[in-house]
């Protein structure tokens, strides 16, 4: 092989080198193939890690049961989306709904009927059936729900 580049005694030599135009088709090939590599390796790990959100995630109302399923006094839990719920049924008949979950450190809380309280069982926090904290650790009210009675049919939905 001649050491000399473009030497005019080796034919073909001017040949070897590349033209810029080659140059730029080999590049685009190189850089397309790189990114369909990283594509078809990338999508499948994102697809795993963020799966689609479930119809349940989407859930802003539910119907929680009829009207004569409830005693007065009486508090029944439920699944709003992803959440628990809380329907209170005060000893007036009066219905009150409340994310079940405890203000202090998300303990599922409950109807605790001797007392007509929210009690959570956690650290004995304790919420009135208007879901204002009235006695322990709980610093904040409970998450209000909306409740409408249409027909028989008793429904909780998510604040507007
Ligand atoms: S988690 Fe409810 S009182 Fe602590």
């Given at each position: 092989m001649?050491?000399?580049r473009n030497?005019?005694?080796?034919?073909?030599e001017?040949?070897?080198?590349?033209s810029p135009?080659?140059r730029?088709l080999l590049n685009?090939?190189?850089?397309g193939?790189v990114?369909?590599?990283?594509?078809?390796?990338?999508?499948?790990?994102a697809?795993?890690?963020?799966?689609p959100?479930?119809?349940?995630m989407?859930e802003r109302?539910?119907?929680?049961?009829t009207?004569?399923e409830?005693?007065n006094?009486?508090?029944?839990?439920?699944?709003?989306?992803?959440?628990p719920?809380?329907l209170?049924?005060t000893?007036r008949?009066?219905?009150r709904a409340?994310i079940?979950?405890c203000?202090?450190?998300?303990?599922t809380?409950?109807?605790?009927?001797?007392?007509?309280?929210i009690?959570?069982?956690?650290?004995?926090?304790?919420?009135n059936l208007?879901?204002?904290?009235?006695?322990?650790?709980?610093?904040r009210?409970?998450?209000p729900l909306?409740?409408?009675?249409?027909?028989?049919?008793?429904?909780?939905?998510?604040?507007?």
């Amino acid at each position: 092989m001649c050491p000399e580049r473009n030497c005019p005694n080796c034919p073909g030599e001017e040949n070897r080198a590349e033209s810029p135009s080659k140059r730029r088709l080999l590049n685009v090939l190189l850089g397309g193939s790189v990114l369909a590599w990283l594509g078809s390796v990338l999508y499948p790990m994102a697809a795993f890690l963020l799966p689609p959100p479930s119809p349940a995630m989407r859930e802003r109302s539910v119907m929680v049961g009829t009207v004569n399923e409830f005693a007065n006094n009486s508090g029944t839990l439920f699944r709003l989306g992803t959440r628990p719920g809380i329907l209170v049924r005060t000893d007036r008949g009066e219905f009150r709904a409340f994310i079940a979950i405890c203000t202090h450190l998300d303990c599922t809380v409950q109807f605790k009927e001797d007392e007509s309280v929210i009690w959570c069982a956690c650290h004995n926090g304790k919420f009135n059936l208007q879901g204002m904290n009235i006695s322990g650790p709980p610093p904040r009210p409970l998450d209000p729900l909306e409740v409408s009675v249409r027909g028989d049919e008793v429904h909780v939905s998510l604040p507007a």
